[in-house]
């Protein structure tokens, strides 16, 4: 689900100043009240920024940061998330391109994804609710560095570096699911049955076992078990 995008003509400047922003940022996280948080920092207190998008969903920041007409300077993307897991979007990030600065926001401790984060590529990461750091290490990011978690000894590659080291990999299976696929595994992932998830999709049994099966061996797996693990990130994905 993609939230609304933010007006790109719409700079909050008087007629007359300059109209590029100097920071442009990209905003993931599935919980609508966080996004509005961070906005909110982000525009109360950084004057040079501009939000340019908001979304709920993994696949639609991967889209955003990979085209070259909506890919920000820095995005900012939750760690834990129902669709997909922020180091599964940072490393499809990655993978892919050392134009986006990735930081990782969490409202769990640093030292829960730190690591997590930066072997997916990305730059730094800040507890999601204070807004200090959060505004200090986006314009470190922006400005080509990496922001140290403080609570762990773990280290932060640039973007340029850190795409070095993944690219040529393979972009997480997760991705490789078609939008159902993906949304049965997510219906699945809260436990509820093949006739559940049937019924909130709204189609027959028989289909709902079809995109199941099919995202089972996308995954790379071989049971309904295993696909949730990998889906919820309680199993490693494959590097």
């Given amino acids: 689900m993609t939230m609304d995008d933010i007006d790109s003509t719409h700079t909050g ?8 922003p100097i920071v442009t940022i990209g905003l993931l996280d599935n919980d609508p009240f966080a996004l509005a948080f961070l906005e909110r920092t982000i525009g109360e207190l950084m004057d040079e920024a501009r939000v ?6 993994g696949r639609d920041a991967l889209a955003r940061c990979l085209s070259p007409d909506t890919a920000p300077n820095v ?7 129902d669709e997909l897991s922020g180091p599964a979007v940072c490393r499809a990030i990655r993978v892919k391109t050392a134009r986006v600065a ?3 926001v969490t409202s769990f401790s640093l030292a829960v ?17 204070v807004e200090t750091p ?12 990496t922001w140290p978690s403080g609570a762990t000894d773990v280290a932060f590659d640039t973007a340029a570096a850190a ?14 699911l078609s939008d159902r696929e993906a949304e049965a595994m997510n ?33 790379g797996v071989s049971t309904r078990g295993q696909a949730v693990a990998l889906w919820t990130g309680a199993m490693e994905d494959e590097r």
């Fill in 13 to 20: 400047k008087a007629p007359g100043s300059a109209t590029r």
């Fill in 52 to 57: 340019i998008w908001k979304t709920t969903s």
């Fill in 75 to 81: 995005l900012l993307t939750d760690m834990s998330m």
């Fill in 102 to 104: 990735i930081l990782a």
């Fill in 113 to 129: 994804y730190a690591s997590k984060a930066a072997a997916a590529g990305a730059q730094g990461i800040v507890p999601k609710a």
């Fill in 134 to 145: 959060i505004v200090e290490a986006v314009r470190v990011l922006a400005a080509g560095g």
């Fill in 163 to 176: 795409h070095a080291r993944l690219a040529g990999g393979r972009t997480p299976r997760r991705f490789l």
């Fill in 187 to 219: 219906l699945c992932s809260r436990g509820l049955d093949t006739g559940r998830i049937a019924a909130d999709m709204q189609v027959g049994v028989s289909t709902a076992k079809t995109y199941l099966t099919r995202a089972i061996h996308k995954l």
